[in-house]
Every structure is written in structure tokens, then in C-alpha cells.
């Protein structure tokens, strides 16, 4: 079946590194993959999102590309702020309308 | 309204009685989704409806969870019996359009949540 994995957190950074937090999945047919994210407090929000093969996903800094070779949807941002500390989520929407989630990975940026 | 919302936010309740958590999604979308968010896991899909209908109840973990959708708009969802295990977060989620066959997603907005706990 269709499937998402993410990297385990916590990841903690400091203010102004480079972010990695790697997604890969597994499915049938050709998914969208999405990042949602949630802030301490809040609910889920949609991060970024991608529909088809080589898309590139783009919001508030973050970046992440459709890479149906290494069937992976990595989230990237060139330079964290405090403000980015959240949960984020990588899911995968499949062809029966659910998302598939990963368990969650929780950033803590350190000023 | 301006976004999906839930209510109670929070909810306290004695293993053994029944809850009612209730979703008004954006208006307009046709898609309602139910998900549950256990402490430390990620989100498991519950139910989903198309309109009034769930074309897929398979996700509901037991027989003592329900849910039914009115006019297009709202949702409850209804735990009898509640049991411990069934503290988590409750989220509901809508969209303009379910996924069509060929696994284009629609994107899904989510309400904020109810946090039930089971004493």
C-alpha cells in the first residue's frame, strides 16, 4: 500500500542554517505530495504542495521537489528563523482521496 | 466562513460515555474529512464524505465511532462509549472537490482540532 516516511526528529538548528528534512514514499500511480505544517498551538496548515513529476513546491522560503526517481518529496529552506519552529508533516494524496501522513517531524531553531 | 472550524475545542469526558465533536467545513467544498492525531503519531484518516455520503467508512477504528454529515456542511462525529484509547486530537478537514480517479489530490484545509480525553 501507499506509505510516507520522514525522518525522526527533533531536529534542532540554529538561526540561519540550512534545513533538510527528507521525505520518501511509496505508491501506486502518480501521487501528490504535500508538506503541511504545524505551529506550537495551531493547527494543521498547508505548507507546500507538489502534483506531478519534477514540480517544485515553493512557500515562505521552504522548497521541496517531486522526484519520482528517488520517490522523494525533501523539504528545504536555505536559512531557518526561530519562527519555523513546528511539527511538519509530509503526506501523500493518493488516488482515493485520503492523505497518507508521515509521523511528523519537529524543528527547534535556536536563536 | 473564513476557514474550517471545530468545536469543542477541548473535552473532557469518563470512559464509558458518549461524545459529539462537531466540523463546519469551508463552505462551498463538497469534501469533509475526519482524522485522528494520537500523541506522538501521525494523523490517521477516519472518514471521509462526499456530500452527505461516506463512500468509505473503513477507517473508523471500531463500531463504537460514527459520523454523518447534514445538508452538505456539517459534520459530527460521535464516540460511544468512550475508551481511553480514544484520547488524541480529532481534526477535521475539507475541500473543494475530492480527489478525482488518477490521485490528483485536492488540497485539504484543516480545523483546529478537538482535544478529547478519556479519563
Known amino acids: 500500500g501507499n506509505s510516507v516516511t520522514q525522518m525522526e526528529g527533533p531536529v534542532t538548528l540554529s538561526e540561519e542554517a540550512f534545513l533538510t528534512i527528507n521525505c520518501t514514499y511509496t505508491a501506486t500511480g502518480y501521487p501528490s505530495l504535500f508538506w503541511y505544517v504545524q505551529y506550537p498551538g495551531e493547527g494543521l496548515q498547508l505548507l507546500l504542495k507538489a502534483t506531478k513529476a519534477d514540480d517544485k513546491g515553493s512557500n515562505k522560503g521552504f522548497e521541496a521537489t517531486y522526484r519520482k526517481e528517488t520517490t522523494s518529496f525533501h523539504l528545504e529552506k536555505g536559512s531557518v528563523q526561530v519562527s519555523d519552529s513546528a511539527v511538519y508533516f509530509c503526506?501523500?494524496?493518493?488516488?482515493?482521496?485520503?492523505?497518507?501522513w508521515g509521523a511528523g517531524t519537529k524543528l527547534i531553531i535556536k536563536p | 466562513g473564513a476557514g474550517v472550524s471545530q468545536s469543542p475545542s477541548n473535552k473532557v469526558t469518563e470512559k464509558g460515555k458518549d461524545v459529539e465533536l462537531r466540523c463546519d467545513p469551508i463552505?462551498?467544498?463538497?469534501?469533509l474529512y475526519w482524522y485522528r492525531q494520537s500523541l506522538g503519531q501521525g494523523l490517521e484518516f477516519l472518514i471521509y464524505f462526499q456530500g452527505n455520503s461516506a463512500p468509505d467508512k473503513s477507517g473508523l477504528p471500531s463500531d463504537r465511532f460514527s459520523a454523518e454529515r447534514t445538508g452538505g456542511s456539517v459534520s459530527t462525529l460521535t464516540i460511544q462509549r468512550t475508551q481511553q484509547e480514544d484520547s488524541a486530537v480529532y481534526l477535521c478537514a475539507s475541500s473543494f472537490r475530492p480527489a478525482p480517479a488518477g490521485g490528483h489530490g485536492d488540497t485539504q484545509y484543516f480545523g483546529p482540532g478537538t482535544r478529547l480525553t478519556v479519563l
Open positions: 463552505s462551498g467544498h463538497t469534501a
Open positions: 503526506a501523500l494524496g493518493d488516488s482515493n482521496y485520503q492523505l497518507i
